[in-house]
């Protein structure tokens, strides 16, 4: 189901919701860059998914 209200929910213009969106992609694409490289050397970015996913919860729960 489409909301189209949704930016308004969460508390957002739609250029800000925008602008979270595209950070967090960028943040996202960071990630699976250095998730990649810790597949084949293990001892590289050992603690960046966990450290992500905190962050991202908090940055969520600030709209709470």
């Not at 925008?18 to 699976?32: K, Y």
């Not at 996913?53 to 908090?58: F, M, P, R, S």
């Amino acid at each position: 189901m489409i909301n189209i209200n949704h930016p308004k929910d969460v508390g957002l213009t739609y250029f800000n919701h925008l602008f979270f969106a595209w950070q967090e992609a960028l943040r996202a694409f960071g990630l699976f860059i250095v998730m990649t490289f810790h597949g084949v050397v293990p001892w590289i970015g050992g603690g960046a998914f966990t450290s992500y996913v905190t962050k991202a919860k908090a940055r969520l729960d600030a709209f709470e």
